[in-house]
């Protein structure tokens, strides 16, 4: 993967959880929030805007961490992170959207993908030269 591609994902997907978070706080609270599980379903989106911006930003830390210091793990760590925002994220929006829970499922595999994703940061940090 090269930096500019990551840098580009990074700005795509920073751009999607700015818009999917504005759409959550304004057109789909009036749809959802007379729900009986309502408030539950926008805590959910609200996660996943939340949990996608932050690693969007981490995302292009990595492109520009690459930029300078070509790294496997980078790379591999940028790929985590793109896995993460799509199964994180994307369970929590499809699960807001669906009300189905048993998407709910798919959650924590995002959440290891992130963890994967904060390694690779500290390890490329640690190879860091000085």
């Known amino acids: 993967m090269q930096p500019k591609f990551l840098l580009s994902a990074a700005a795509i997907s920073g751009f999607l959880a700015v818009a999917l978070g504005a759409f959550g706080a304004h057109a789909l609270r009036s749809r959802i929030e007379p729900?009986?599980?309502g408030a539950?379903?926008?805590e959910w989106w609200t996660t996943a805007a939340h949990y996608h911006l932050v690693?969007?930003?981490l995302l292009a830390v990595l492109g520009l961490a690459l930029l300078q210091h070509e790294s496997g793990v980078g790379r591999i760590g940028g790929y985590a992170?793109?896995?993460?925002?799509?199964l994180?994220?994307?369970s929590l929006y499809?699960?807001?959207l669906t009300g189905i829970r048993a998407l709910g499922a798919i959650t924590p595999l995002g959440?290891?993908?992130f963890l994967v994703g904060w390694g690779a940061l500290l390890i490329v940090a640690?190879?860091?030269?000085?």
């Open 81 to 86: 992170l793109m896995l993460g925002i799509v």
């Open 55 to 57: 690693h969007s930003v």
């Open 94 to 96: 499809a699960m807001t």
């Open 35 to 37: 729900l009986a599980d």
């Open 126 to 130: 640690l190879r860091w030269p000085s």
């Open 111 to 113: 959440g290891l993908a």
């Open 40 to 42: 539950r379903r926008l």
């Open 88 to 90: 994180f994220c994307g």
